[in-house]
């Protein structure tokens, strides 16, 4: 009794873990939609990270250079040991003697009697400040400063749209090889079962052995098509964790399939308006050119002059001895402005600001050459967009005939009004009629994503 009461426990006990691990596997799986990728990705992805702490570098360094127009204050301290005094020479002349004097010291003005000055110990202490008045190229820097940020700003959209981009095509991606896999899988079924009626015809005696392995040879014929989209469904899965910013051991799941996509793309039209205004290069190009005239004010404030205040007070003393005591303090004060002009440095200067005004006339040809080059992008992804819609509705259309020929060939086929090949003909068509449907989807939501991103205007990145 105590061994069949131990032994149901134990049988208990195995199935409520393999329950438990069940649960903690199921739970571990994450479902996901693209909505919740990209969110994930803005929140998480490293990039995304470090633009935000650049961003906040970049504020550092505006106020960085804001302190400098406060005064600045410095407090110092320094000892000296005089090892020889300094020795200092009279001439009589400068004693008022004139002449006669001169003649009295026999030497005139080469009076070789000298007379020591100081003392073993200089201490001195004190403070200085300084504060800029008026400096014209450190007005300006705040302006640059205020640049930088506006860039650091746009580059981290930049970087926000392209991840975007990247998170919808891999997702896309994703998708399209699941679908992919299915469609095999269903043909691959197909196949199996056809192998296995010949199969057993062959041991009724109806069939012969040369139909056995021309089924058998179709299903194998797929096995490797579907080994294939399970090693590209794995690949996809673990890009979309890189771009997620998420561990490669997460076990993740895409909830949605093309066929949802396919029924809310004819919820909208294509974008009408394919104005550049957000477009994120553009935008940088533009705030690039604005640093860089900026840039120029500086170069040319270089050429005005800049006035300084400064004022120190200092406690110094000088004894003999010992450094440690017989200190006599005395204190030492000052105020003063100070007025610098740049008057001729080799010209310096002026290639600089030569420099500068060049490089401005720059930008205007690159932004030139840049919008042409985006608004082709933009005409080639709304011709991606027509053609992929054309390419769906045909290919729709085109599965459903594929579908209908199957049924009419399968029935043919049981009557043995069909060959095998032709059965098989209609089969690999119906599969490459749905792969080449689900492959037109893909390419518009591609085309899509990609027009968004040069666009610059998706509803994750706030413009």
Known sequence: MFKKTLLIATLLCAATATAQTAT????????????????????????????????????????EVIGQLFPSVNFSAQYTRNLALQTI?????????????????????NS?????????????VGFSASIPIFVPALWKSIKLSDNQILQNLEASRANKLSLVNQVKNAYYALLLAKDTKKVIEQNHSTAQFNADVYKRMFELGTASEYDV??????????????????????QLELQLKVLMGMDATADIEAVQSLDEFK????????????????NTSLKSLDLQTDY????????????????TGSGNYMWASMSNGSPFKNFMWNGVSSVGLTLAWPIFQGGQRYYKQKQ???????????????ERSLHTQVQTQIDNLNKSIKQIESNNAGVEQATKASEIMQQSFKIGAASFIQLRDTEDALMNARLSYYQAIYNYLVADSNLEYVLGNTEYVAQ
């Not at 029924?263 to 957000?278: C, E, F, K, N, W």
Request: charged share 25%; glycine share 10%; hydrophobic share 40%.
């Open 89 to 109: 020479y009279i001439d009589a002349g400068a004693m008022g003697g004139g002449a006669a004097g001169g003649e009295e010291g026999g030497g005139g003005n």
């Open 263 to 278: 029924g809310a793309m004819y919820d909208r039209a294509i974008m009408a308006d394919t104005s550049l205004v957000y």
């Open 292 to 307: 860089l005239k900026k840039a120029l004010d500086v170069t040319k404030a270089s050429w005005l002059p800049t006035i």
């Open 112 to 124: 070789k009697t000298g007379m020591k000055m100081g003392r073993d110990n200089n201490h001195n």
């Open 24 to 63: 903690t596997a199921n739970a571990a799986q994450v479902p996901l939609s693209l909505d919740e990728c990209i969110r994930i990705a803005l929140n998480d992805n490293p990039t995304i990270k470090v633009n935000d702490m650049e961003i906040e570098r970049v504020d550092y360094a505006k106020k």
């Open 356 to 370: 500068a005004e060049v490089a401005v006339r720059e930008m205007s040809w690159q932004r030139e050459n840049l």
């Open 213 to 234: 392995l021309r089924a058998n040879v179709a299903v194998t014929n797929l096995e490797p098509s579907i080994l294939e989209a399970e090693n590209s469904i794995k």
